[in-house]
């Protein structure tokens, strides 16, 4: 059984290539920075965009039929799925996939069907797994779709519902397990407010806290080694979202003692939602050290919500691999596909051709990046432009000698230097030439 019929494992056949289904930049063999761009990349398939997502908006269902649809036993349709996206990965090469507890497995009548259910698809999963070498990236739970979280989960004002989140949590962290994810994911689908009026945002918060301290202490009851990761968003679904911006997690995480036992996973349209760039997320979680894992995806800037489009802006894709590199590389974490195709790209290999242009984007950001470490271009620059602080004012300021009164002291006696031009066009016509030049 093929559900991919006439599609062959995409090939790579570089920049001049006019195939549709083939890469172009991305070689998963081809080193660069000491690593092959496949270790380099780590490139994930989202299971609900990809499998489940059927071309609906906020104005309109279903635009899509699939092939692995067709069952109308739930059940059966999901175990479809499974054998559809392993040979989707397998074509599109795509070594790592993530996935919510509700994408893989339809919920029973309740919570113990619904586990029955979830155990018997993990099982497919296994074998696909083992019959392929892919592996799972990371796992999360979907405690947003259901109308029990119309208040939240860990935040619900409803203590029933933060038992019923921790549940669910507590057996989706025990599938990723099984499954070997490498990360487990917290998204506070709903985790956050609609009016200040009639919510207790002290409480709430406290409570997802703990919710999250049960998730540490879980993971060590059962050795889950994976690393946990919250992925920040400002809005959307609640108008206000408590994991607002990395800057506002970190915040909470320090508050609460969790610090050390989370990292980011940064999702670029997310950024964009919080008025901040991909690159801007992606720098304070690496200057914090806390860079985890990495949604790619894209928005629309005349779009306010989040359209979760393929990433194709190179700017964008070279920035981020930039600080990517500069963190060290991905580690445990990845680039997943975040992102789904639009309504109207109907067809089965517009998945593989959404696929190829975010990978084939990455891939180039990757080695534009690279080029753009190995010739120091930026750290050269910012060395020179720092470079008061090496010596004189500047180093006592740095190595805390001086207070107030010896700084007013010194500006009484020497006034300032001329400032010189901080060449941002400059710098932004040279990082042009890299994406131009680079081969
Ligand atoms: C929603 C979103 C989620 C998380 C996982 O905007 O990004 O799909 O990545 O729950
Ligand atoms: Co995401």
């Known amino acids: 059984m093929t559900y991919f019929p006439g599609i062959e494992t995409i090939q790579y056949e570089g920049p001049s290539s006019k195939k549709p289904l083939a890469f172009k930049y ?56 499974v054998h559809a996206s392993f040979e ?29 259910r979830l155990d018997i698809i993990v099982a497919v999963i296994k074998e696909e797994m083992k019959r392929t070498g892919i592996k799972c990236l990371w796992g999360t739970t979907n405690a947003f779709s259901s109308e029990i ?24 962290m025990e599938i990723t397990k099984d499954l070997g994810g490498e990360n487990y994911v917290f998204w506070g689908g ?39 990761l919250i992925e920040p968003k400002p809005k959307e679904p609640t108008k206000h979202q408590y ?29 964009t939602l919080a008025q901040h760039t991909f690159q801007h997320e992606l720098n304070q979680a690496r200057i914090n050290g806390v860079l985890g894992s990495v949604d790619a995806n894209q928005g629309d800037p005349l779009l306010g919500w989040d359209t979760d489009q393929f990433p194709t802006n190179l700017y964008d894709t070279t920035l981020a691999m930039y600080e990517i590199l500069m963190a060290g590389g991905l580690t445990k974490g990845g680039l997943n596909f975040d ?12 998945l593989f051709l959404s696929y190829i242009a975010g990978m084939d984007a990455f891939a180039k950001g990757l ?43 010194y500006a009484l006696a020497n006034g300032t230097t001329p400032n010189v031009s901080g060449r941002q066009e400059l710098l932004e016509s040279i990082l042009n030439q890299y994406i131009l030049e680079t081969k």
């Not at 059927?54 to 069952?71: H, I, T």
């Not at 956050?192 to 993971?219: C, H, I, K, P, S």
């Not at 008061?388 to 740095?398: L, N, P």
């Open 26 to 81: 991305y070689n998963p063999e081809e080193v660069v920075m000491g690593k092959t761009m496949k270790e380099q990349c780590r490139f994930a398939m989202s299971y609900w965009h990809t499998f489940t997502y059927m071309g609906s908006d906020q104005f309109g269902g279903a635009s899509m039929v699939r092939p692995w649809d067709g069952s109308n036993d739930s059940m059966e349709k999901a175990i479809e799925r």
């Open 367 to 409: 080695k534009v990046a690279a080029k753009l470490i190995e010739d120091r271009v930026f750290e050269d620059f910012k060395a020179n432009r720092y470079a008061s602080y090496q010596d004189g004012i500047g180093k006592d300021i740095m190595e805390k000698k001086v207070g107030f009164k010896e700084l007013e002291a």
């Open 243 to 271: 994991d607002f911006d990395t800057a506002t997690v970190l915040a909470f995480l320090r508050k609460y003692n969790l610090a050390d036992k989370f990292k980011i996973n940064i999702e670029a349209n997310h950024a």
């Open 190 to 228: 709903r985790e956050g407010y609609e009016t200040l009026l009639n919510t207790d945002t002290a409480l709430e918060l406290d409570n997802f806290a703990r919710l999250l301290q049960m998730a540490v202490d879980y993971a060590e009851e059962i050795g889950f080694t994976g690393q946990f």
């Open 88 to 116: 989707f990965m397998e074509k599109a090469q795509i070594p790592f996939f993530c996935f919510h507890d509700r994408d893989i497995a339809p919920a029973g009548k309740d919570l113990k069907e619904t586990n029955e």
């Open 149 to 172: 979280f119309v208040h939240g989960a860990g935040t619900s004002c409803n203590a029933t519902v933060f038992a019923y989140a921790a549940a669910q949590i507590k057996k989706a």
């Open 339 to 350: 992102a789904k195709v639009r309504r109207a790209s109907v067809e089965v290999d517009d």
